[in-house]
Nanobody, 120 residues
Framework: QVQLVESGGGSVQTGGSLRLSCAAS????????MGWFRQAPGKAREGVAV???????YYDDSVKGRFTISRDNARNTVYLQMNSLRPEDTAMYYC??????????????WGQGTQVTVSS
């Protein structure tokens, strides 16, 4: 059974940084796509950044230049370094695996979510 466990959320002020981590377990082979999605209150879940096992990365336009996704294939772990955070980045962030680019409807597995709050 695949499980995704996130860590690293929290509260920061505008311009601050946070690093999210997500460890996947239960895979018999390394997941092709892993990534991060987010959902703010009253809004639909949206893709933030995903990374494929071959290194391809896709970012939402709103985070390009500020967020960096990386992964450790040996540990089935994906990271999201978030810099220059803005209040509009406030959301529950979900780790995902078996994803297809930034499409939340095509994600197979979800983590439980970790809250990121950015205050002005």
């Amino acid at each position: 059974q695949v499980q995704l466990v996130e860590s690293g959320g929290g509260s920061v002020q505008t311009g601050g940084s946070l690093r999210l981590s997500c460890a996947a377990s239960g895979y018999t082979s390394r997941p092709n796509c892993m990534g991060w999605f987010r959902q703010a209150p009253g809004k639909a879940r949206e893709g933030v950044a995903v990374i494929y096992i071959d290194g391809r990365r896709y970012y939402d336009d709103s985070v390009k230049g500020r967020f960096t996704i990386s992964r450790d294939n040996a540990r089935n772990t994906v990271y999201l370094q978030m810099n220059s955070l803005r209040p509009e980045d406030t959301a529950m962030y979900y780790c995902a695996s078996d994803c297809v680019r930034l499409a939340p409807e095509l994600v197979s597995y979800w983590g439980q979510g970790t809250q990121v709050t950015v205050s002005s």
